[in-house]
C-alpha cells in the first residue's frame, strides 16, 4: 500500500471501507439501490433541497459507498463514480478546459483518451499537445500561457514508460495549471498519485477493482481544489453509473488487494523469463532492472500490476504467428481479469513517443492461471513464430 500513514493494512481497508453495516441494519453490504425519483417530505424541505438524496443522478446509498471506499484509497476531497473509464477521462478534461485553452496530453496515452483529444476538444476549440512520456521537469519549456490542464499517464499505454509525477506537478502548479492523471496501471494501492502533486487521479475500475471482465466503471478523485468544479461538471452531464455495475465494483474491491498481489507476483515471474526465451527482443516491464526507467519507478511505486509489454523479433508474420497459437491467453482488449489475454500493439497514432523498437509489440495481460502453464503457452507462441 503506498505509504499515507494509515496503520491498517491495505487487505483490511479494503474489506471494511466504503460503508457502515449498522447504517442498514448490520448487512454487511449496502443496498443496492435503484434511484430516479426521490421523495420529499414537504414543500419547504424540496424547495431548499434539505435532504441528503434528491435525485437519483446526484448519488445514492450505493453510489456514495463506492465513492467514499476510492476517497479513503486516494486521499482524495471527492470522488465521481460513470459509466466506463473513458468517461472518467473525458469529465475531468471537459470540466477544467474551454475554447482557446491549452492542454499538454502525454504521447504514450490510452488510445481512447487520443481520440477524445483529438476529435472533440478540437471541435470544441481546445488546442492540444502531446509531450515525451519522459519530458519530466522539461515540461515547463511546453507550458504556454493558455495552458490549463497537463494529463500524465504512467506507466504509459502498450510502452510502459515511467513518468516523473512530481517534476511535471511541480511544474505545471507553478504556471498555474492543473494536473490529470490515469492511474489504472498501477491503482491507489501502488501509486497514490494525490500525494504525487496530482490534482485529478483517474480509474478505469473496470480493470483491477472490478476484477472478472464483466463490468464498465469508472472512477475520478479530486483534492480539494478541483472537487467542486469537478462535481458540477459531472452533475450537469448527468452521466451517473448504473447501480448493479456500481456494486459489482465495490464487491471486487474487497478481494482487489490479494488479486493484484496475485497478477504482480505471476507476471513479474513470466517477465523475467521471457528476458531468456530466443525470439523475444526485448521485455517492457517498469518493475524489471533491465527497464530504462526502472530506478523511477522504484522511488515512486510500491508495487507493479499484471500487464506489460514484449518486442518480438522479426515482424508483422511473427506477431501474427505468436498470436495465433496462444490457447490460454485470448485475443481480447481490456485487461485486470481474471484471465490472461495478448494483443497486438499499434503505435502509428504517435507523435514523439515511436521507438524505436527491434520488432513487433505485443501487450500481455497476465490473469490469474497458474503460472507455468501460462509459460507453456507463451512458449507455443514462440515456437510458431520462429517457424
Request: aromatic share 8%.
Amino acid at each position: 500500500m503506498a505509504k499515507d500513514g494509515n496503520e491498517m493494512g491495505i487487505n483490511t481497508r479494503l474489506a471494511h471501507s466504503g460503508n457502515n453495516p449498522h447504517d442498514y441494519f448490520g448487512f454487511i453490504n449496502p443496498p443496492v439501490v435503484h434511484a430516479s425519483t426521490v421523495l420529499f417530505p414537504n414543500a419547504a424541505t424540496m424547495a431548499a433541497r434539505g435532504q441528503k438524496y434528491t435525485y437519483g443522478t446526484r448519488g445514492t446509498p450505493t453510489t456514495d459507498a463506492l465513492a467514499s471506499a476510492i476517497d479513503g484509497l486516494e486521499g482524495s476531497a471527492g470522488t465521481i463514480v460513470v459509466p466506463s473509464g473513458l468517461v472518467a477521462v473525458t469529465v475531468p478534461l471537459l470540466a477544467f478546459l474551454s475554447a482557446g485553452d491549452h492542454v499538454l496530453i502525454v504521447d504514450s496515452v490510452y488510445h481512447p483518451t487520443r481520440n477524445f483529444a483529438d476529435t472533440m476538444l478540437k471541435r470544441l476549440g481546445v488546442e492540444v499537445e502531446y509531450y515525451d512520456p519522459h519530458v519530466g521537469a522539461g515540461i515547463a519549456a511546453l507550458i504556454k500561457s493558455n495552458t490549463k490542464v497537463v494529463f500524465t499517464e504512467s506507466p504509459a499505454s502498450n510502452t510502459f514508460e515511467v513518468q516523473d509525477i512530481p517534476a511535471i506537478s511541480s511544474a505545471a502548479h507553478a504556471a498555474g495549471a492543473i494536473v490529470m492523471m490515469d492511474n489504472t496501471w498501477a491503482t491507489p494501492l501502488y501509486f497514490r498519485p494525490l500525494d504525487h502533486g496530482v490534482d485529478i487521479s483517474i480509474h478505469a475500475a473496470t480493470k483491477y477493482p472490478a476484477g472478472h471482465s464483466d463490468v464498465l466503471l469508472g472512477t475520478a478523485s479530486a483534492n480539494k481544489a478541483c472537487w467542486k468544479q469537478l462535481c458540477e461538471t459531472f452533475y450537469t452531464m448527468g452521466c451517473c453509473a448504473g447501480p448493479d455495475d456500481v456494486y459489482q465494483v465495490l464487491r471486487g474491491l474487497r478481494t482487489m488487494g490479494v488479486r493484484l498481489d496475485h497478477h504482480q507476483r505471476s507476471a513479474l515471474a513470466i517477465a523475467s523469463w521471457l528476458e531468456g526465451q530466443p525470439g523475444v527482443a526485448r521485455v517492457l516491464h517498469p518493475a524489471l532492472a533491465s527497464h530504462p526507467d526502472h530506478d523511477l519507478w522504484k522511488r515512486d511505486f510500491c508495487g507493479s500490476s499484471g500487464i506489460f509489454s514484449i518486442v518480438l523479433k522479426g515482424g508483422q508474420k511473427q506477431q501474427h504467428a505468436f498470436l495465433d497459437a496462444l490457447r490460454i491467453f485470448g485475443l481480447g482488449y481490456s485487461w485486470g481479469g481474471y484471465e490472461s489475454l495478448a494483443v497486438p500493439v499499434f503505435l502509428g497514432d504517435r507523435v514523439v513517443a515511436k521507438g524505436p523498437y527491434d520488432g513487433p509489440l505485443i501487450r500481455l495481460q497476465i490473469g490469474l492461471e497458474d503460472v507455468e502453464d501460462l509459460k507453456a503457452d507463451l512458449a507455443r507462441g514462440l515456437t510458431a513464430a520462429a517457424g
